[in-house]
């Protein structure tokens, strides 16, 4: 057969298939074009908005056992472990999609995030910067691996790396990129300006104490907070069943107003967890560990929960202060403003997050148990970012019917049993 005549029939048999017969195959088998179009896809995807994951579980098993080997559907599978937090399981399917697949960008990136995340600095730096080794590498890969590399080289002191890191993804980078560097830069100068501070380093912990601290002083009262930050973080992690992230950094400030001064925040009390950087004050009403503990709870699940609420309650209770959690919660009742949970989320800026939120956890823990509160909380971000509790296009969220199906899958009750029983419980004293 000419080659003419194998160009004709090439050419016909394309005029056969239907246009987006290509395009189905390539979205449901990234790497084999080769396979049949799967409508399963379709459905687990659908699942997977809608925060079913159990459902696109079910269905992904099915695939999986028919096609072991398939990488795409095996990253899908990574990410959604992810979610829920089942963190070495996500990790484990990574691998194997990548040993699959060694060259696979999307697997190569997926890993080094959730081992950021994880606290695995060392073993995360070296995925990113392996990445530039990786055949096909497109320019905004390039820029995702550095922008990690660059808020690793942050949390390593490595000035020079950071500056030059940030820099060139200023200049070469897209709007979010060089938004994500001017805060990098940013970041940078406060913790140089620190520098020259007094400092300890303990275990698990690097902690830096600004001028303006005034109860420890002396490098014997310094080393003792550090140890009893240790200790603290050793049955913290312990208690939510996580692995032991890589030391990270702690500024101890006087106040509110020198930490201001220093970093331009309002307050020394963050939620600023996707940096690994904490910062307190003595004059704080939120203890260090409670601190500490934001960085710890928003580990255990795919990230940290959409509830303020919930968040400060949780940490509250894994830094054990204040002794009686209830007192605030009882007071705020007792002058008939004690919020429902409901509204609570509703304006989570407005409302006394604090003294609701410690209240109401630690009647969760107290009433059913971490373990069942920790499967609530490690899929409170699935289930209220899905489709279902979404109101139109809105960040809105339909949070009673969201606790609902949250509460009644841990503890076998919904939002409103469950509240009730909480209150009754406070107004008893």
């Not at 106040?255 to 950087?277: F, K, M, P, Q």
């Amino acid at each position: 057969m000419t080659g003419l005549k194998c160009f004709a029939i090439l050419l016909a048999w394309f005029a056969l298939v239907p246009p987006m017969a290509h395009a189905q195959v390539e979205k449901n088998y990234g790497d084999d074009p080769n396979a049949p179009i799967d409508e399963r896809y379709e459905r687990a995807s659908q699942h997977h908005k809608d925060g079913r994951l159990d459902e696109a579980f079910k269905i992904y098993d099915v695939i999986l056992s028919e096609r072991p080997a398939d990488v795409p559907v095996i990253i899908t599978y990574a990410n959604m472990l992810w979610k829920i937090g089942e963190l070495d399981a996500a990790e484990q399917r990574f691998r194997q999609a990548l040993s699959l697949s060694p060259n696979h960008i999307k697997a190569h990136q997926w890993l080094g995030q959730l081992l950021l995340h994880r606290g695995q600095r060392t073993a995360a730096k070296a995925v990113f910067e392996g990445m530039h080794k990786l055949k096909f590498m497109r320019e905004d890969v390039i820029h995702s691996a550095n922008l990690n590399l660059g808020k690793i080289a942050l949390m390593e002191e490595e000035w020079r790396k950071v500056r030059k890191i940030f820099r060139r993804l200023r200049a070469d980078g897209n709007k979010a990129d060089r938004k994500s560097s001017e805060r990098g830069l940013a970041r940078m100068k406060d913790m140089m300006a620190a520098f020259s501070w007094a400092r300890a380093d303990g275990k698990h912990i690097h902690v830096h104490f600004a001028p303006g601290v005034q109860k420890l002083k002396d490098k014997a009262a310094r080393t003792a907070y550090v140890k009893g930050l240790d200790s603290w973080i050793e049955s913290a992690v312990a208690t939510l069943g996580m692995k032991m992230p890589e030391p990270w950094h702690l500024y101890v400030f006087g106040d509110d107003i020198e930490c201001g001064l220093v970093t331009g925040r309002e307050s020394a009390h963050n939620w600023d967890y996707s940096w690994w950087l904490t910062h307190t004050a003595e004059a704080s009403r939120y203890d260090p560990r409670h601190t500490l503990a934001v960085q710890l709870v928003a580990r255990v699940g795919g990230s940290r929960p959409m509830s303020r609420s919930m968040v400060e309650g949780f940490c509250a209770w894994l830094a054990g202060v204040p002794k009686d959690g209830h007192a605030a919660a009882r007071a705020l009742m007792k002058a008939d403003a004690l919020p429902s949970i409901v509204a609570l989320h509703e304006s989570q800026r407005a409302l006394p997050q604090y003294e609701a939120g410690m209240s109401f956890v630690q009647y969760l823990l107290d009433t059913y148990g971490i373990e069942k509160f920790l499967t609530m909380w490690i899929r409170l971000n699935v289930t209220v970012s899905s489709a279902r509790f979404k109101i139109g296009v809105t960040r809105s969220v339909k949070w009673q019917a969201a606790y609902d199906e949250l509460f009644q899958r841990a503890f076998g009750a919904d939002l409103s049993s469950v509240e009730s029983a909480w209150r009754s419980m406070l107004s008893r004293g």
